[in-house]
């Protein structure tokens, strides 16, 4: 396998795991919060596709799927459009809300866009500089990787509220 396309079957499989957590659930369900200041299944989803589609979009050169295809409208959340959730605070965590086919279709529209940018790279695109603030300077295939823990972090997340949700 190259490079691209392993970062393709982590991309891949972090959609599973956002099936996995949201599929079966009622919209009132995705709110659930374990305590007043925990994160809900549907912003746990909604901010690991936005940050996925933030930092995908902006390595590739490329519109958001968010705005680029009409999901920040279908959302309709009293948050700026460019808002993916970084800091929020459990009242800002508050305003995101969707239906379970709403915030699942946004998602796979994410994970479409990212799996046919990672299919146009080689292993050699991987180390071009994409961020120079930090030192060392970020390199593609490092800012694609550090999507992915990022994602899984939340999907995990997602998944373990399921449980509680399922159990009480």
């Known amino acids: 396998m190259t490079g691209p396309q392993v970062l393709a079957e982590a991309y891949g499989r972090i959609g599973q795991m956002v099936h996995d957590a949201l599929e079966g659930l009622r919209e009132e369900e995705l ?16 901010h690991l596709a936005r940050v996925q589609d933030d930092h995908v979009a902006e390595v590739a050169g ?20 460019a808002d993916h959730g970084y800091g929020h605070r459990p009242e800002q965590v508050a305003l995101v809300h969707a239906d ?31 961020d120079t603030r930090w030192d060392p300077p970020v390199t593609l295939g490092v800012r694609l990787v550090s999507v992915i823990c990022d994602d899984v972090a939340h999907a995990g997340q997602a998944a373990y509220v399921r449980g509680v949700i399922e159990r009480r």
């Open 62 to 81: 490329r519109e958001q799927v968010w705005t680029s295809q009409g999901w920040a409208d279908r959302f309709g959340l009293d948050l700026p459009v």
């Open 100 to 130: 379970p086919a709403t915030l699942l279709g946004y998602y796979d529209a994410v994970e479409r866009a990212t799996l046919e940018y990672l299919g146009g790279l080689s292993d050699a695109d991987l180390d071009r500089v994409v």
């Open 31 to 46: 709110g659930f919060r374990v305590d007043a200041g925990a994160n809900p299944i549907v912003w746990l989803v909604w």
